[in-house]
């Protein structure tokens, strides 16, 4: 079984230390994400498995392989292409598999540092329909000659792998911080595990409440004791029960709670997150 290679992320600029890559658990983990999530939905990813496992794993395998794409160095979303070209090639679920290689492709390339730039729902769908109908010569490369040229892609390289690695050069950025919206669910199992909660709402208001440990006087002046109470950090519009919080109330939250420089989104929140940004995307994908 493929395993995932661990290490430092880096921009291109400065050459990434260690790709990331995606191993058949991982895979597997965001299928049945999709399964829990489309559940009950007009176009549900039904719970078969796997075909062959054998086909999951030469679709994972396809990050090992060397694509002489690039005259030097190495860009981790040249992996990212081959994997989801693996995945539409093998086809190794029984459903799901164009929604599954989507949801892949949105994780690999935010586990090397990079996310969608300005790209909307139908630039997604074209990118996965035109794979899977292997008609990439009508993909659009609007910026993709600056950008491969700047990386160094060979530009005699027209095949189908070609087409989609520059399709990720020009449609993709990196970033060294990237906030993402989150289902409140999300944001509170996420709180409590920073001593923080999510209190009732108010008005139409959410305050984010967090633990703070203060000293206390006892009875009669004999000594003092520390107690934790839970203190107001931030005030953001209640979005509802299974609402999306925005990126940009994250950003201010984080900045409340002064975890700047600390990793707040975990792999089950970003899963979340892409799951409801792109919940209309996963029932036009069913069809194809």
Same mark, same amino acid.
């Given at each position: 079984?493929?395993?995932?290679?661990?290490?430092?992320?880096?921009?291109?600029?400065?050459?990434?230390?260690?790709?990331?890559?995606?191993?058949?658990?991982?895979?597997?983990?965001?299928?049945?994400?999709?399964?829990?999530?489309?559940?009950?939905?007009?176009?549900?990813?039904?719970?078969?498995?796997?075909?062959?496992?054998?086909?999951?794993?030469?679709?994972?395998?396809?990050?090992?392989?060397?694509?002489?794409?690039?005259? $030097?160095?190495?860009? #981790?979303?040249?992996?990212?292409?081959? *994997? %989801?070209? +693996? !995945?539409?090639?093998? @086809?190794?679920?029984?459903?799901?598999?164009?929604?599954?290689?989507?949801?892949?492709?949105?994780?690999?390339?935010?586990?090397?540092?990079?996310?969608?730039?300005?790209?909307?729902?139908?630039?997604?769908?074209?990118?996965?329909?035109?794979?899977?109908?292997?008609?990439?010569?009508?993909?659009?490369?609007?910026?993709?000659?600056?950008?491969?040229?700047?990386?160094?892609?060979?530009?005699?390289?027209?095949?189908?792998?070609?087409?989609?690695?520059?399709?990720?050069?020009?449609?993709?950025?990196?970033?060294?911080?990237? $906030?993402?919206?989150? #289902?409140?669910?999300?944001?509170?199992? *996420? %709180?409590? +595990? !920073?001593?923080?909660? @999510?209190?009732?709402?108010?008005?139409?208001?959410?305050?984010?409440?967090?633990?703070?440990?203060?000293?206390?006087?006892?009875?009669?002046?004999?000594?003092?004791?520390?107690?934790?109470?839970?203190?107001?950090?931030?005030?953001?519009?209640?979005?509802?029960?299974?609402?999306?919080?925005?990126?940009?109330?994250?950003?201010?939250?984080?900045?409340?709670?002064?975890?700047?420089?600390?990793?707040?989104?975990?792999?089950?929140?970003?899963?979340?997150?892409?799951?409801?940004?792109?919940?209309?995307?996963?029932?036009?994908?069913?069809?194809?």
């Amino acid at each position: 079984m493929v395993k995932a290679k661990s290490g430092v992320k880096a921009p291109l600029s400065s050459g990434p230390i260690s790709i990331q890559l995606l191993s058949q658990d991982r895979v597997l983990d965001l299928h049945r994400a999709l399964v829990v999530f489309s559940s009950g939905t007009e176009a549900p990813v039904k719970d078969l498995g796997l075909r062959d496992e054998n086909l999951l794993e030469a679709a994972v395998s396809r990050q090992f392989q060397s694509t002489g794409l690039l005259l $030097e160095g190495s860009d #981790p979303r040249e992996k990212t292409a081959t *994997l %989801l070209q +693996g !995945l539409l090639d093998e @086809l190794p679920f029984y459903d799901g598999n164009a929604q599954t290689a989507l949801l892949t492709t949105l994780m690999h390339l935010d586990a090397n540092g990079f996310g969608p730039n300005q790209v909307s729902h139908d630039d997604l769908y074209r990118l996965v329909a035109t794979l899977i109908s292997h008609e990439t010569g009508d993909l659009p490369l609007r910026g993709a000659k600056a950008a491969t040229r700047k990386a160094g892609v060979k530009a005699t390289h027209e095949d189908e792998l070609s087409r989609v690695f520059q399709w990720l050069m020009a449609n993709t950025r990196w970033a060294e911080k990237r $906030e993402y919206p989150l #289902p409140v669910p999300e944001l509170k199992r *996420l %709180l409590l +595990g !920073l001593d923080a909660d @999510l209190g009732p709402p108010s008005e139409g208001q959410i305050e984010v409440l967090k633990a703070e440990a203060q000293t206390e006087k006892r009875f009669l002046g004999l000594g003092s004791k520390t107690v934790s109470r839970m203190i107001p950090v931030l005030k953001f519009p209640d979005p509802g029960d299974d609402g999306l919080v925005s990126a940009n109330i994250l950003r201010d939250l984080q900045k409340a709670m002064g975890l700047e420089d600390k990793a707040v989104y975990d792999w089950s929140a970003k899963v979340k997150s892409f799951l409801r940004q792109y919940q209309t995307l996963w029932p036009r994908l069913a069809k194809l």
